[in-house]
């Protein structure tokens, strides 16, 4: 039992992770520009789409370890939100399966911590997950309207998303949970820093889940990373800026790497 994948395209291999409560399709309008210069792995997380639940416990490590079932065995890396942390953690875990890293608008400590006051707090995550199993469309359509802001087409962008992320129909309620609780009790701010690779993190200006000062603390995690702020985009810049995201990453991705 595998996780459901598209593949498109030609080029260097390029995966994409989406981030908790959606599935792939997410990323459906970025499929033309990237397939360009690109051979695309775009993964359903399990239980996700069309993706299947295994029956064990659903972890990070879960999580990556399906999620290299069906990635190429060596791939540039790019995940939203949740999908960053995957990305990062198979990075730290896997650094041979991994050519460069992009994490977008991703924490790699999501949730408010003592020594960590730059993320989400607590009762909103867990207000959220209430709310979408209660009424999972009418909070998901609500949840992408903000992550659109900025955009001159937001309207235009909500009708599109709603045809595409709702035809696979709910994510298994264990998937919701399991993703919450890996949110809630994730931590790689010490494991960052042992990343390696050629690193973008992009992050939306208006971003409320991860605020724009943990963008500075990542930094001093992660020195030799590069980062991109969309002035004008909130928690999902692929969506309010598809053209200016999808520009930033082709360039990124093509640049000749750092000599080591």
Do not use: C
């Amino acid at each position: 039992m595998k996780p459901y994948f598209e593949q498109f395209g030609e080029g260097e291999d390029l995966v994409l992770l989406h981030g908790w409560g959606i599935h792939g399709g997410i990323f459906e309008h970025l499929y033309q520009d990237l397939g360009e210069q690109f051979r695309v792995t775009n993964i359903d997380l399990p239980g996700f789409g069309r993706s299947p639940l295994p029956n064990e416990d659903y972890t990070l490590e879960l999580l990556s370890k399906e999620v290299l079932k069906v990635a190429p065995k060596k791939a540039h890396y790019l995940g939203w939100s949740m999908g960053g942390l995957i990305a990062s953690h198979i990075a730290v875990n896997n650094p041979e399966r991994v050519n460069k890293l992009i994490t977008v608008a991703s924490n790699p400590q999501f949730l408010v911590q003592d020594d960590w006051p730059f993320a989400m707090e607590v009762h909103v995550m867990e207000k959220f997950i209430s709310l979408l199993e209660e009424d999972y469309e009418g909070t998901l359509i609500k949840f992408l309207a903000i992550q659109t802001m900025g955009s001159e087409t937001q309207k235009q962008d909500i009708q599109r998303l709603k045809q595409t992320v709702f035809v696979h129909g709910q994510p298994a309620k264990q998937a919701l949970r399991g993703g919450l609780s890996i949110l809630r009790n994730s931590d790689l701010r010490s494991q960052v820093a042992s990343i390696n690779h050629d690193t973008l993190r992009v992050y939306g200006r208006l971003d409320g889940l991860v605020p724009l000062k943990a963008a500075e603390k990542i930094a001093a995690l992660m020195p030799k990373s590069e980062q991109v702020v969309f002035r004008k985009a909130s928690h999902a810049p692929f969506l309010s800026h598809a053209k200016e995201f999808v520009d930033t990453v082709i360039e990124f991705l093509n640049r000749h790497p750092k000599a080591v």
